[in-house]
Every structure is written in C-alpha cells, then in structure tokens.
C-alpha cells in the first residue's frame, strides 16, 4: 500500500473530515493517477484513505477517516447506493433529479444527474476516474435505470490532468429529454446542453419565483441569463394560476442562441403563446446581460421582477475581488430599473464568495443605485445538492430575494 506522509501540523482538516489533501501539506510518497493511497500524519498515525491526484493542486481527495475500511467496488457501490436513497427523502416534485453531489455524498468529483430514466455522470477527479467503470455498475444498480451518458467535459478534469470525454457508457437513448418540474415541462440535450443538461440547483428557486408571480402579479419580468428559460417559465406558470397572463410582458436574456432557442420553445412545450396569442408579450434577447442592462437605463425601461442567475464569476477565493465588482455592477444596474415594490432575485454560484459577501455586494450595489430595499428572503441549491458539515465549499450556490421599497 503506498502511503503519502503529511507535514508537521497538515493533520488537522483530515481529523475534521475535510476531504482534501494540498500539495503544499505533503511531505512525501505519491501513486498512480486515482491510485488509493493511506495518509498518514507525520509522526505515522492513520489519517484517510484517499485518492491520489498526481497533477492536481487537491493532491489526495479521502474515500474514508476509517482505517479498517477496505476501498473497493463495494464500497464505492454502498456509497452511491446511499447517495440515491437519500434523495428519496426529500419531496422535489421533479423526475431531474442530482442524485449524486461529489464530496456531499462521500464521492469527492463524482457529479450525477437523473433526468427521466437517464443517468448523466460527470466524472471530474483522478480517484473517480479510476473506479469509473465500477461507479457506473453501481449506479444503474442503485437507481434500476440502464442508460448512463457521460459529459466530463467540465473545465476541472484538465486540473486533474484528465482530458474530456463525453458519450454512452453505458445503454444508449436519445440526448434529447423532456423532464417535469413542479408543474411545468423543460427540455434539455445531455450531450450538448450546459453541465449535464440543465441547471437543477436552481429548481426551488424557480418554484419561488412562479409563488412570488403568482401573489404579486407581475406585468414586467426580465431573466437575465436565462439559459434555457426556467425562470421565464416558471413566472408564466405563476401568472396563469393567478389569471394574470393578459398583458404580461416577459423579457429573457442570455448570450447563447441555442439556450434562447430552447427557452422560446418552452412557451410552447407550456402551452403558452409567445406570438402574443393569449396576450402575452415575450422577447428573447440573444445579448450580453451588461449591455442590455445599460440600454434598459437609457430607455427608461424598468420592470417589477428582476431575475440576475449569471455564470460562476469567482470560481476559487482567488477571483473573488474581481467577481465582487462584477456582481456589484450587474445588481446596481438591475436595481436601477427595478419598480419601487419590485423584486429582484440575485445569485452568484461561485464559490468563492460567501453568502456574507455576496449579501454585502448586493446591499452595496442598491447604495450606489440610490435604491432602497428589503432582503426578503435567503435562496440556495434545492435539497437534492447537499451541503455537509465537512465541507463548507459545498455551499456555492446562494441567492437573495431583494424587495424595493414601495415609493
Ligand atoms: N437561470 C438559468 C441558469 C443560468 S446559467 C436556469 O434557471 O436554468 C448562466 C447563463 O448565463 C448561461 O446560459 C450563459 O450562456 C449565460 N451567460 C454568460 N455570460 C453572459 C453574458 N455576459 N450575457 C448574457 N448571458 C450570459
């Protein structure tokens, strides 16, 4: 068994049952890419077993803080066997589901979505490559399916030295998809759409914001990167429970056209009439966020619901100076055309920024817009992507329910 000795002092985030070894903590030893290896702190003393990432800043990623535990394909299986399980208790009123959320579920790089009777797998780090065909076994298992579909093209596996790789591992059907969400349908392609298809993490915040459109009516809605239109959706959805779908303007902006495509379809897949048949009025602008944001101002434009979902700006601490000024900027031009009464939903997905700082940014932003608001409510990743207590930068996904004040 190889082993990898930590320095003097490394041992504490192990002991706390963080999963990650850095390169800077190891003292010596190394293995084959995905290679399981025992670390041990520098006096000997049992840590992980972990797998080892030899291109990797992460440079062992643990399987488990228990020394007797073998790692082997059956464990690995009791892992993703657990991991669908509890998905089964929480209610999420959708067949796309994330059954499987890397380090949450014990499974550190191992992405896997449900949608229908499809599996798409990401596999992102060196250890779960290595067991990739064991994992996959597992997972039909587990869930009873017999298609998974692999998309690891994600921009972490060139960290971890692996090149993408992207297709059928196992059965085949088509990438084309149809999956239900609360009440509404949405397509998706998992070969080609964003991640594994589509944005689940966003599910209950949708959900929200159909609740929110419902209660207050709202007359101008703008989604700004709006992908394949989820939040369009759900606002119509909201509206039409209410009887309020006359004379509803909907405005969706994103700078792919084949997302905008997408969403323009969902009106009709919804049974809503984007031509303007049910008198609805919806524009799908194929532009950058920023620049439709500065038209809006000049215009004179302004809107009751706002939605900001904009594309990971900080992906490490590193980044994070540079994306605070960034989210600042998209907030304080949204809120400068948001109705006083209005509400604006606003999110950042990186992980390095905190709910703290992103609370501080949004609140800054409405300083610079002469805007004053509530924070209403505090939005975040639907159940089925988990954080633990271990492992903190599994909170990445956080949003804010921001209200203006009524004039
Ligand atoms: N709200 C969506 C997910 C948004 S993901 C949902 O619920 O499904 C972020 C989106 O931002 C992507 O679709 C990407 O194409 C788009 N995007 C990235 N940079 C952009 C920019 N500068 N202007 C417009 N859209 C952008």
Same mark, same amino acid.
């Given at each position: 068994m190889k ?12 002991q ?11 003292a010596?030893?190394?293995?084959d ?30 399987w ?33 589901v994330?059954?499987?959320h ?26 779960v490559?290595r067991w990739?065909g ?12 017999s298609?998974?579909?692999?998309r690891?093209?994600?921009s972490g ?8 790789v ?5 059965g085949?059907?088509?990438t ?14 998992i070969?080609?759409?964003?991640k ?12 929200r ?7 207050? @009516?709202?007359?101008?809605? +703008? /989604?700004c =990167?709006?992908?394949? *239109? &989820?939040?369009?959706?759900? #606002?119509?959805?909201g509206?039409?429970a ?8 909907l ?7 084949p997302?905008l495509?997408?969403? @323009?379809?969902?009106l009709a +897949? /919804?049974g =809503?009439?984007?031509? *303007? &048949?049910?008198?609805?009025? #919806?524009?799908?602008?194929d532009?950058?966020v920023n620049?439709?944001?500065?038209e809006?101002?000049?215009q ?7 939605v ?7 992906p490490?601490?590193a ?12 907030n ?7 109705e ?12 390095g ?9 949004v ?20 159940p089925?992507?988990?954080m ?7 909170e ?10 009524p004039?």
């Amino acid at each position: 068994m190889k082993t990898l000795r930590l320095k003097p002092g490394k041992e504490r985030s192990l002991q706390r049952r963080h999963p990650w070894v850095f390169e800077s903590a190891i003292a010596r030893g190394g293995a084959d890419s995905g290679e399981t290896v025992r670390v041990e702190s520098h006096d000997g003393a049992f840590l992980a077993w972990a797998a080892f990432s030899p291109e990797s800043k992460i440079r062992a990623r643990a399987w488990s803080f228990t020394e007797t535990q073998r790692i082997d394909a059956a464990f690995l299986a009791s892992l993703c066997a657990r991991a669908v399980a509890a998905r089964g208790l929480f209610d999420l009123q959708s067949d796309g589901v994330r059954l499987v959320h890397g380090e949450a579920d014990g499974l550190p790089g191992l992405i896997v979505d449900r949608y229908g009777d499809t599996l798409v797998a990401q596999f992102l780090s060196a250890g779960v490559e290595r067991w990739k065909g064991a994992l996959a076994d597992a997972l039909l298992k587990a869930t009873g399916l017999s298609k998974l579909y692999e998309r690891s093209d994600a921009s972490g596996r060139e960290r971890e030295g692996l090149k993408p790789v992207t297709g059928w591992l196992r059965g085949e059907g088509p990438t084309e998809i149809v999956i239900r969400e609360h009440g509404w349908k949405l397509s998706l392609d998992i070969a080609t759409g964003h991640k594994t298809g589509f944005y689940l993490d966003q599910r209950d915040s949708r959900q929200r914001f159909a609740e929110l459109a419902q209660h207050r @009516r709202f007359r101008r809605v +703008l /989604n700004c =990167f709006c992908y394949t *239109g &989820g939040f369009t959706v759900a #606002a119509l959805a909201g509206l039409k429970a209410a009887g309020a779908l006359e004379g509803a303007q909907l405005v969706s902006v994103d700078s792919s056209l084949p997302a905008l495509e997408r969403a @323009r379809g969902h009106l009709a +897949l /919804n049974g =809503f009439d984007a031509a *303007g &048949g049910q008198g609805i009025e #919806a524009e799908f602008l194929d532009a950058n966020v920023n620049t439709v944001l500065r038209e809006f101002i000049e215009q004179g434009r302004t809107f009751d619901a706002i939605v900001l979902d904009p594309p990971k700006f900080a992906p490490t601490v590193a980044h994070a100076e540079r994306a605070s000024r960034a989210y600042k900027d998209i907030n304080r031009l949204a809120l400068k055309i948001l109705e006083p009464g209005g509400v604006l939903l606003t999110f950042s997905c990186s992980g390095g920024i905190s709910a703290d700082l992103f609370h501080k940014i949004v609140a800054s932003a409405g300083l610079d817009a002469g805007v004053d608001g509530y924070i209403a409510e505090r939005l975040g990743a639907a159940p089925d992507h988990p954080m633990t207590i271990e492992f903190p930068e599994g909170e990445y996904l956080k949003g804010l329910v921001v209200v203006r004040k009524p004039a």
